[in-house]
């Protein structure tokens, strides 16, 4: 059986750390554990983890200032604070306590935690699935819903920290957005400045027979057989320019049927990295595709 998620368990009682091990593990996830606060920084940077259930009082370091830590290095990683102290909102740095994805008091409920370790990791992955991969959370959620640009600073020290409500509206948004997207008869990709797709709606998935998660490590020449990186730099100056562009190219389909479509082209900066956005509409399989030396801005031609 596949894994529900891989977990750290940073807890400096063996006992605890056990008995919430063993009970994870029964509940599907894969678990590591780690007992001192160098152990926990060690092993997030050997391992990929899903989420971390972090200890406040550790031998070795304030378990505050490893949740710091990992927010810094991992902003995607969700945290969960294990504490024994009740007026940990009172004492605790509120800036740093806001990192966190939510915190439980002990002696905690085992339903509790899974639970809440459900709702961080659903969250985690549609903020992943549906965004950017390489933007951070924290950049996320200043950038995707409208805001002025001064909204979401903290005094010019960049993006406020992801708490659970700024997590929650995010994968709101996230999965709104995805829905309405879906509902779109056009087939609609985003790509990144690698070309490397990063959102791929439902019509999109159907036209080509990939899954959303196979067309989202592939690039735009995988499924683009025309693809001409000089016209396609070319079609974005232009694009750049103020005109509006769209073009007949042919896509490739998951089992290698080429089809004819036709193609506009929108540019969305953010931060600084160039994102293309192509809505697609299929044309009749007997359709003439035009001359590219025919293209102009606003006109058809062919390629990708």
């Not at 709702?119 to 992943?128: D, E, G, M, P």
């Not at 993006?159 to 995805?178: A, D, F, G, K, T």
């Not at 985003?190 to 027979?209: E, H, I, M, T, Y």
């Not at 899954?211 to 730099?233: G, K, N, S, Y």
Request: proline letters at 8%; a negative charge.
């Amino acid at each position: 059986m596949a894994s529900r998620g891989s977990v750290l368990i940073v807890d400096d009682d063996p006992d605890i750390g056990l008995a919430l091990s063993d009970y994870l593990q029964r509940e599907g996830f894969s678990v590591d554990m780690a007992f001192t606060a160098q152990q926990a920084i060690q092993q997030a940077t050997r391992h990929a983890y899903d989420m971390v259930l972090l200890d406040v009082g550790l031998p070795d370091r304030d378990g505050i200032e490893v949740l710091h830590e990992l927010s810094e290095q991992w902003p995607q990683l969700p945290v969960i604070l294990l504490t024994a102290f009740t007026s940990l909102r009172k004492t605790a740095d509120p800036a740093i306590l806001n990192k966190a994805f939510a915190y439980l008091t002990k002696p905690y409920d085992r339903h509790e935690v899974k639970t809440t370790i459900e709702r961080a990791l659903s969250v985690r992955s549609a903020a992943i699935q549906s965004g950017p991969p390489f933007l951070p959370m924290t950049e996320a959620v200043s950038v995707i819903p409208p805001s002025t640009p001064s909204a979401e600073t903290n005094e010019g020290r960049g993006p406020l920290p992801v708490n659970l409500q700024r997590y929650e509206r995010l994968s709101q948004y996230i999965q709104l957005m995805q829905f309405a997207c879906d509902q779109v008869a056009e087939a609609i990709l985003v790509a990144g400045p690698d070309k490397r797709f990063c959102f791929a709606n439902k019509a999109a998935c159907d036209s080509l027979g990939y899954t959303r998660e196979e067309l989202l490590v592939l690039r735009i020449p995988d499924v683009a057989p025309l693809h001409d990186p000089i016209q396609f730099r070319q079609r974005l100056d232009t694009v750049k320019q103020g005109h509006p562009l769209s073009y007949e190219s042919v896509h490739r389909t998951k089992d290698g049927r080429e089809f004819p479509i036709e193609v506009s082209i929108s540019l969305l900066n953010i931060q600084g990295q160039e994102f293309t956005c192509a809505v697609i509409r299929t044309l009749p399989d007997n359709a003439q595709l035009s001359d590219p030396r025919d293209e102009k801005p606003g006109n058809n031609g062919k390629g990708s």
